[in-house]
């Protein structure tokens, strides 16, 4: 079965950085898009950041562009959010996730908390 693991989460000052990593096993990894999204206390889920099969296209939310960066490697099943000055508006739980078959798989999430 499908399965997404999410690590990396922690906490981290205003300014700070963190990766995030997620580990996909059940499906062939390197046949489908994969996406970050995260999820405020009180808000609804975001999506922050997608990136194709093939890891030569992505995008972002307006609110990450130019400081989250999203990548992949395929050989090991792994997709990673790349996470630089962080900021308190940041503070959620981060999801990834991927659609096979109309079907959306979630992950666990991971909790990254930016505070001083």
């Known amino acids: 079965q499908v399965q997404l693991v999410e690590s990396g989460g922690g906490l981290v000052h205003p300014g700070g950085s963190l990766t995030l990593s997620c580990t996909a096993s059940g499906y062939t990894f390197s046949n489908y898009g994969m996406s970050w999204y995260r999820q405020a206390p009180g808000k609804e889920r975001e999506l922050v950041a997608q990136?194709?099969?093939?890891?030569?296209?992505?995008r972002y939310s307006d609110s990450v562009r130019d400081r989250f960066s999203i990548s992949r490697a395929n050989a090991v099943n792994t997709v990673y959010l790349q996470m630089n000055s962080l900021r308190p508006e940041d503070t959620a739980e981060y999801l990834c996730?991927?659609?096979?078959?109309?079907?959306?798989?979630w992950g666990q999430g991971t909790q990254v908390t930016v505070s001083s």
């Open positions: 996730s991927t659609s096979i078959g109309g079907t959306r798989y």
């Open positions: 990136i194709s099969s093939g890891g030569l296209m992505d």
